[in-house]
C-alpha cells in the first residue's frame, strides 16, 4: 500500500462514509453514488482514512489537497533542527594557552547548538596514564558548565579516550 491517497477509479471498496466538498457529513453510501456525486461537483472523491470501516471517502479538488500536503510536509522539515556533532581533540599533556584556545572553540561550537565530541589522544606511555584524560575531560566539563552539559561520560576506546558535550537549551535555563 503506498502513502498517495487513493482517488476517483482506484476506490475499490463497495461502500463508503462520504464527506462532502464542504466538510459536512453524507453518510454511508455505494462508492459508485459517491464518484457520480464528486463529478457533479467537477472534484474528485478522495480516500483520506483507508483504515476506517467503512473507509471514510472526501468530496475535494486532488490537486489543491496534494498541494496543501506538501507545503505542510515542507514547513514539518524547515522546522525540525539539525544537530550537528563537531569535534576538538586534545592532547594529554597541553600547554595552558593551547587549552584555553580549544576550550574556546568548544564554548563557541555549543553557544551555536552543536554537540562537541571532545578526545583526547594517547601516544606511547601515556595509555598507561588514563586518570590524566579523566581529569581533564572532567576539568573541561566544568570550565563550560554554563553552556554545555555532558552527554555522555568518558569512554576510552583504543588509543583516545572520548566525551560528548551537549549544549544547554535557552528555555531550560
Do not use: W
Amino acid at each position: 500500500m503506498s502513502a498517495e491517497a487513493r482517488i476517483n477509479e482506484r476506490i475499490r471498496v463497495r461502500e463508503v462514509r462520504l464527506v462532502g466538498p464542504g466538510g459536512e457529513q453524507v453518510g454511508i453510501v455505494r462508492t459508485d453514488d459517491a464518484r457520480k456525486l464528486a463529478y457533479e461537483a467537477d472534484l474528485d472523491l478522495v480516500e483520506v482514512a483507508p483504515k476506517a470501516k467503512p473507509p471514510v471517502c472526501k468530496i475535494m479538488d486532488y490537486g489543491k489537497y496534494r498541494y496543501e500536503q506538501d507545503q505542510k510536509a515542507r514547513a514539518a522539515r524547515r522546522n525540525q533542527q539539525q544537530t550537528v556533532v563537531k569535534e576538538q581533540k586534545f592532547r594529554p599533556k597541553i600547554d595552558d594557552h593551547d587549552y584555553e584556545t580549544k576550550k574556546g572553540n568548544v564554548v563557541r561550537f555549543l553557544e551555536k547548538g552543536s554537540k562537541v565530541k571532545v578526545t583526547i589522544m594517547f601516544r606511547g606511555r601515556e595509555q598507561s596514564r588514563p586518570e590524566l584524560g579523566l581529569n581533564m575531560l572532567a576539568r573541561l566539563a566544568d570550565d563550560v558548565a554554563d553552556v554545555g552539559t555532558v552527554q555522555s561520560k568518558p569512554k576510552q576506546d583504543g588509543r583516545n579516550m572520548t566525551m560528548v558535550l551537549g549544549p544547554i537549551r535557552k528555555g531550560k535555563k
